[in-house]
């Protein structure tokens, strides 16, 4: 039997280094993962470098390579992705920005860089959207929020650069730092002159917004300020369906990567529940994977949380959750008609807190493929798999194959 279908689990940073609070071994080694480890013994298995050797990935390149579009090609600045994942739909050209809300002292010092990690900005993104106007300027403006303190910002116009400096000091009890552009271009100096009157006219509309007064008489910290960084223009995406010839759905509570697959034309899929942390709902998003499975030829599926513990530095918490994406994972044991390839996008240990260029293990289980001797699922174990070591842009080409989709090079 050949597969028709092909799932895509990226289980974002869950790869990482030897740990010295688990005696040495990784957090995804020292994790029970029966499942893991099934589909490894019932797989292919391997390492990635999802750019190459020894360079520390983006989520969001990382994404791009996996999906079959090389970053240095189609990657201009993670700000149009993430706009694209807040439901602003970026037609090429626009200049997009990620954006947070923050906390100013009566002395304009950032006190919070994520506002008290404010659990909603809905009505403030409203506020700054009906309330600012760029029209002096020539240009349309899009504000949507994100999750919590997150949003993302566009701006559509003629002359528009993206070479510009972020407010973002990047550090707390400094001030917003002035936009400033990064080469002498005229379109980079409109798009800083821009930047800067936008936030200028938001800042007016947050300092006496009723939701930062009510904030303020409850103790808590008010969003009166947004930091805006990241910023690039929104580039041209060969469709997925022209490139890869399937159609396919993205299932992500991470705007960056619902962005990536919006741009690219899967189907953006909303799950209630999901939070890209370690309260998502793992068991929605496997009912929601089945779902779209019945009508379309392609899943990316994305599940966040061991990202943030190793950014966190928790490496027992990073082991407790991959634990809970290994139960979650559990009814796809049963799917035998399909292809599913499970990697992670990049390796975050938590002795680094942060992304690092080491490879990611990966598994390739279904219809035709070899099963090696692999029979389990971590860093070192999946080393020795028959897949060997391959780059991220090699995977959707091994998948397609799989599926007996791919073209013959040559007679």
Known sequence: MTAQKILLIVLDGIADRPCDILDGKTPLQAAETP???????????????TIAP??????DTAHLSLLGYPPERYYTGRGPLEAEGCGIRMEPGMIGFRANFASLDKNGSIIDRRAGRIASTGVLCDAIREGVDLSKCGVDLFFEPGAGHRAALAFRGEGLGATVTSNDPKHEQLPPLPIRPMTEAGSDLHTAEVANEFLRQSADILA?????RQRAEDGLLPANVVLIRGAG????????SEKWKMTGSVISAAALISGIGSAVGLERVNVPGITGSADSDLNAKIRAVESELERKDFVLLNIKGADEFGHDGKAIGKR???EVIDAALTPLLSRTDMIIAICSDHTTPCSVMDHS???VPIIIRGPGVRVDAVTAFDEISSAAGG?????????MPILV????????YGA
Do not use: W, Y
Request: proline share 7%.
């Open 401 to 408: 194959d799989l599926i007996n989709r791919s073209e013959k």
């Open 233 to 240: 223009v929104m580039g041209r995406f060969e469709p997925f």
């Open 208 to 212: 006496d917004h009723p939701l930062n």
């Open 357 to 359: 260029g080491d490879p």
């Open 320 to 322: 407790d959750f991959i």
């Open 35 to 49: 499942v893991l480890d099934r589909l490894a013994r019932e797989g292919i298995c391997g390492i990635m470098d």
């Open 387 to 395: 897949q060997n070591r391959i780059r991220g842009g090699d995977l």
């Open 54 to 59: 020894g360079i520390r990935p983006g989520s």
